[in-house]
């Protein structure tokens, strides 16, 4: 039994179900994070996939983008987070709720 | 001499600029001296340059000192021909006399140096007026001495009602000016140019009839607003809020003869449009009775005297509507003189009288006041018509010359007559006023003879008053030959007074007229003061409350007009559909806004909804 | 190439503003004069320009044209014409003033400082930028700055204010860009490439009903900018709740940038469509000549009544633009200037007095001319400038557009004349009540006159007022070539002949 894209496939949707659950259940803010960053390397995971599969590159490029910008996002969110835990003593997302319409 | 004519108009712009910077440090007498100088100097200028015209020699010259707007061809250019001789003589004339009559006369007034700006800034402007070559210097000049007979109505501005007047005074003036700029704007789209050689040398080619008459309307317009005639009149009775040599100098001898003045300069338009100069003759003729019907019933000195100017100069506007340009700016001369006089007379008067202007509380002043009275009786006889003083001729050779035409011309003259009548009969009843019979001083009031620089220039006027008529005789016309090149240039053909005995059958009509309304009046106020109470007296005294009627019908509905426009149309209707779109997009806002709920994860959800929904999507469609 | 002097002159300001801002907080009671000081090199700058500017050429002069964004052909791509010189110079003498009348700002001294500076780079680059999204960059770059004087050194009603001016202008820009964008998208499909080049897109070939949309999406933009009635409102409550130095810039310059595009864009860009709409144009600025006077005249506050006294003489600029006449155009640039000087000099002795009482009724006056002599004296000479006294300023721009416009639309230019009894009524009463009679409230009595320093501010407004009345010929004649230069253009794209005067005579006497 060989391991086609399709399994790489099937693992991401899988990470992407995980991450995306934990962003809908989770008020931890930095749990929210983790999970983001779940589903992030799932759609890396897809594309080196998908990459590899097609015989060509740009999916593979596309990933270090994602990367970067995960990373430069990992390090304003973090900033944020630290942030509002300074001020307010609480990671909890539902009580950060100023914009609520 | 001619070359350098700008001279003329250079010193009293020194002066204006000297005293407008330092007249503060200069200080009282000192700037009425230096005011005066520069005045008197440019007097002294402008008669040499003149010389030449006197002998019916001198070419008109043209000086430019600049371009100013070089796409309109519009260049700072003066005009030296006999006719802006004459009224620069006239100006700087009898702006000489009254700048050091002024000097007794603001003695003592906190501003005094700023008074003298002023009138060295009307000086000049008024200097612009008659020597621009152009009807675009003409224009300035013309705006300029609207600024300064606001400044001068205004000068004493504390007292709300001289504030008024001075901006009516604008503001009626600024409505005929409307008028002349749209004649400006058809001139130019015309001819291409503001320049009085080219648009006089090429007006009968370039002009079509309803052209002209078109032109010269609009001109009309605004001469009727500078010269105070109906039905733009109006500001002239309230200007004499103003101090009284402004009085005499602007509003009586100098400024509002302009509109007479651009008549006579653009006789080449007239010319071409005799139904406008038949306006213009009838203008002057009913404005000239109407007002000496108003003058009659005046309880204030210079109220008096401002009506009869007015009616005056609805006697220019006769003559030069008739084509007698000769005689109407002869009668402005004359005219210049005595009213001056009678306004400087009245001065005195009011002086002396600790600021009463009320006729009813004056009477016999005569031996109190002399020489004013004296003067001023040489003024009276001269106005009323009495040969041989100024204004008989002057008076005359307009009655004479709108005989002559015929017709209906006739009408005009008997107008006319009716004025000099009424104009002998208001004048004998000031004079009898004022210095005649038993006093009627307040309480308090000395009445003494003014100081030498003010009975100076009275004595100077008297002079010119009784003998300026001799420069115009019917057997000496030496100042129609003098005028005569100005029109000639252009083929201006000039009406003349009938050949033969005719004129003077007319003369001692109208000397007999004046002797009459002299009797009347002698025998109405010789006495005791009649009392003159009534409706009739009292719509007189009020000038028949034209002002009201143009207070209702114009003035408050335009007041209401703006304030709909302001506070119901702008406020409510554009702003409120500003301000409503607004207020739609808040209200669609507001319905959105339950969607921002805060919570983070039910953000989630519509994005994981949305991607899930856009899967189904392609997915359905079969692929990307 | 020769020196890139514009480049200095836009950037300039901006680097005073870095200056400024690097300064630390102890040498606070040195910025003003500092900032005064070193606004005075734009100007400098600009007098360098005006100097070595040929006065015969109708064309760009000083052009620099460095590629920004290749592929789409954005450029650094700036010149100055006859047209846009003066305004520039304007902006520049405007700046140092402004400064000057702002030393009672105490509060954020520093960011005020820097918000005028970067305005006045955002300004200058509107006035030379020959590339439309270069245009369209400053044009977005002025209004930030201004959102900001309004909205933080305002009155009371400044947030209201600032944000009904925000929106109204971003609006415009929004049809601006698109229209830009439309152009350049125009110019891919006909060129084969986008382009911004404001000498590229002449060429296009823009059909007559494109033509159309184009020129509104353009003018409504830069009608809200000048304001043309209906689409003022905005002005006179930034007007009201501006500072000072915010009025004098809106009313000096800012409002110069709806009637420079209108002219320097429309007109050349669609000059179909200009000549077609026109008339219109044309009826809406003579609409707001008398409306805009009008309203003026009873408004108890006098800063609105300058403010309306705005709109009624853009009119006249905008009426002189689309009478597409010599003398109209001239005329239409001139009184740009001429605006900017008057009504700025009006909104700083406006800001002189509210400084002092702290009300802007005018009701709340009077008398004022015996207790501040030479306050009255300024107030008076600048309202009979802005009346159009011949001899001063005002006159010289209002009479060319008059004359301008009456070869073309002679009914609209008849009423128009009637809009200058209503300026001389607004002004006069407005003097009247707040200067003349008696001083009747005991809080005008203590006034003190005008200082050195609001002195030495107005002076150089009353020298430009009266030179320009007097001598305008050196402004008139840099200005003639380069709008004939655009009327050229017209004629040549299309059937529009400028009227030549003596045109009426010939129809009179039956034409050749």
Redesign the interface.
Known sequence: MSVGPAWYMALAAVLFGIG?LG???R?NALV?FMSIELMLNAVNLTFVAASRALGGIEGQVAVLFVMVVAAAEVTVGLAIIVAVFRRRATAS??E?????? | MTDVIWLVVLFPLIGFLALLFFGKRIGEPRAGYLGSATVIVAFVLALIAAFDFIGGEGEAHTVVLFEWMPSLGLDVAFLWDPLSAAMTLVVTGVGALIHVYSIGYMHGDPRFGRFFTYLNLFIVSMLLLVLGDNFGVLFVGWELVGLSSYLLISFWFTKPSAAAAGKKAFVVNRVGDVGFLVALMLIFSSFGSLAYGEVFEHAPEVLSGGMATAVTLLLLIGAAGKSAQLPLYVWLPDAMEGPTPVSALIHAATMVTAGVYLVARSGALFELAPTSAAIVATVGALTALFAATIAVGQKDIKRVLAYSTISQLGYMFMAVGAAAYVAGVFHLVTHAFFKALLFLGAGSVIHAMADEQDMRKMGGLRSKMPITFATMAIAWLAISGIPPLAGFWSKDEILAVVFNRGGAWIALWVIGLITAGLTAFYMTRLMYMTFFGAPRWADGVEPHESPALMTMPLVALGVASAFAGFINTPWRLGFEHFLEPTFERFEVHLAHPPDGITPWILAIVSVLVALAGIAIGRRRYGGAMPAETGLWWDRVENGYYVDDVYGTTLVLPGKRASQVMAFAFDAKIIDGIVNGTGTAVRAFSKALRPLQTGLVRSYGVGILAGAVGLLIWFLSRGGV | MDFPVIALLVLLPSGIAVVIAALPQRTRSLWFPLAIALSALPLAVAGYIMWEFDAVDGGFQFTQDISWFGPWDIAWNVGIDGISLFLVVLTTILFPISLAASMNITEKVKLYIVSLLILETGLLGVFVSLDLLLFFVFFEIVLVPMYFLIGLWGSKNRVYAAVKFFLYTAFGSALLLSGIIGLAVMARDQLGGFSFDFNTLLTLEISSSAQLWFFLAFAIAFAIKVPLFPLHTWLPDAHTEAPTAGSVLLAGVLLKLGTYGLLRFNLTLFPDASVRLAPWLATLAVIGIIYGAAVAIVQPDVKRLVAYSSVSHLGFIVLGIFAMTTQGLQGGVIQMINHGLTTGALFLLVGMIYERRHTRLISDYGGLAKVMPIYAGFFLFTAFASIGLPGLNGFIGEFKVLLGAYLRFPVLAIIAALGVVLAAVYLLWAYERMFTGPVTNEANAGLRDLNGREIAVLVPMAVLIVFLGIYPKPALDRIEPAVDRILDRIEAVTDYEVPEYGSTADIAGGGE
């Open positions: 995306a962003i809908l259940t008020r929210m997302v539902d950060l709720a100023e914009l609520a319409g």
